[in-house]
């Protein structure tokens, strides 16, 4: 999930702040960063939104980055 974390600091948001922003539990954001769960489609979109970038960008296929 390196380019989800990219994006964040690039935005200059903390990750509290791409949740509330999302609607996303921060402590499910976090998990989702991490690795260490997976995101539904509706919160990649969310997430994708806040940060002004495309779900494919943020969330390779396949363990492929976009």
């Known amino acids: 999930m ?3 974390k990219q994006a ?5 948001l ?5 949740a509330d922003l999302a609607g ?3 402590t499910v954001l976090s998990k989702i960063v991490n690795g ?5 489609e509706r919160v990649k ?3 994708a ?4 970038k495309r779900v494919k960008e943020l ?3 396949d363990g492929q980055a976009a």
Do not use: N, T, Y
């Open 2 to 4: 390196e380019a989800l």
């Open 8 to 12: 964040v600091a690039a935005a200059g």
């Open 14 to 18: 903390r990750l509290i702040d791409v």
């Open 24 to 26: 996303v539990d921060p």
């Open 36 to 40: 260490r769960r997976a995101a539904p």
């Open 45 to 47: 979109g969310r997430i």
């Open 49 to 52: 939104r806040v940060l002004g």
């Open 59 to 61: 969330f390779p296929v």
